[in-house]
């Protein structure tokens, strides 16, 4: 190792380099590794907020944002079935928003029922904190600038009823481009024109001593016409609807793949060619008898300094560099296990580069360093 890391800090230009290449495939693999994580995150955000086992939708619907409303009777055949404790209700729309100051923009409002969910934001809900009025409406305190609101509780519109924005969450950026607002369901209802009885999504709870999967297939076939999915089946379809089937997903996933593929690109041929560069060197090891083994070891510990000292460097650059884009993107997201996932390939392939250049470095011709 001593031998490794005197070698390398020989020439300190091409050792920053090397090191350089290596922070910046990092950084660029962690950056888009999170763009695509928070997008993910993003698609599924509300419906992974609820606490009920099984969603109701109607057939065919793709992704949260684009339910259609159900039939009155379903909430009724589904609270029937054994096993299912307790019904609740989501919906969302589009809605036209106006500010206090009288200008108009199109948000994306979302009603639910009190019992959805402890992280759902609902107004009023058991575990929300304070208490606020009937008309509460609630946004993500990232939307403030796109509100309008200078201070709360404010009066404002909503498809020409009255509501009070009266609070600010976190977590529920926007994710369409356009604004999340939240409220009540009754008065999300009223605002969106539908009956009371109206339901978009109907939400279940299974009791402890039932199995979700039971009551899901009973539930299906009483309730052909509808589609019944479990929490993670619908979480899940609306990510890969967004991230597969539109042009915003599929660019994001793109972007991430080509990083990874990029990133581990220049570490491979940074690390290949900083040990083609010490060619000479390893000649000379050989020349005064040194053994194969001891040639390969040399090359894969300069692989793997100049790959934890870049990794590291990627990871302070990108920390920070993600911290900044939240304010500018709220919904991207680093989870703790992203870094580990990106560094860990990134020292792989300083590994795999030093191997394939190891072969240069064991067949090089001792008396190569004696010729002029």
């Known amino acids: 190792m001593k031998l490794a890391w005197q070698n390398i800090i020989h020439d300190r230009a091409r050792f920053s380099v090397t090191v350089l290449g290596v922070c910046f495939a990092v950084f ?19 419906i992974d907020a609820s606490d009920s086992d099984i969603w109701i939708t109607s057939r065919g619907v793709q992704a949260f944002e684009f339910g259609t409303i159900l039939e009155s009777r379903v909430r009724e055949m589904a609270a029937g079935v054994p096993g299912v404790v307790e019904t609740g209700r989501v919906c969302m729309a589009f809605a036209v928003y106006r500010t206090p100051n009288g200008t ?34 609630l946004y993500d305190v990232s939307d403030r600038k796109q509100m309008e609101v200078s201070s709360l509780p404010a009066e404002v519109e909503i498809n020409r009823h009255r509501a009070s924005i009266e609070r600010e969450i976190e977590g529920y950026g926007a994710f369409l481009g356009v604004p999340f607002l939240f409220t009540s369901y009754r008065n999300a209802t009223r605002d969106m024109g539908f009956g009371p009885e109206d339901a978009m999504y109907i939400l279940l709870r299974v ?31 609306s990510r890969m609807y967004w991230t597969m089937k539109t042009g915003a997903g599929g660019a994001i996933l793109t972007a991430a793949v080509l990083a990874f593929l990029i990133g581990l690109v220049v570490v491979s041929q940074t690390i290949y060619a900083n040990t083609m560069e010490n060619i000479e060197e390893y000649a000379t090891l050989k020349a005064l008898g040194a053994s194969q083994t001891f040639v390969a070891r040399i090359v894969l510990a300069q692989a793997l300094i100049c790959g934890v000292l870049g990794s590291i460097l990627g990871l302070l650059a990108a920390i920070p560099s993600i911290g900044y884009a939240k304010s500018l993107i709220p919904w991207i997201y680093a989870p703790w296990w992203l870094p580990a996932v990106m560094v860990i390939p990134s020292l792989f392939m300083c590994s795999l580069a030093s191997i394939a250049s190891v072969r240069g470095a064991l067949t090089v011709e001792p008396g190569r360093v004696f010729r002029a």
């Open 207 to 237: 009791s402890d001593g039932h199995a979700v999967s039971d009551v899901q297939q009973t539930l299906k076939q009483r309730l052909p016409e509808v589609d019944v999915l479990t929490q993670g089946e619908f979480a899940h379809k």
């Open 104 to 137: 108009q923009q199109v948000v994306a409002l979302v009603g639910a029922d009190p019992n959805v969910g402890k992280r759902f934001p609902v107004p009023n809900a058991p575990e929300s904190a304070g208490e606020t009025s009937p008309e509460a409406v």
């Open 28 to 46: 660029l693999m962690i950056f888009q590794g999170s763009l695509l994580a928070g997008f993910l995150r993003a698609a599924s955000r509300l």
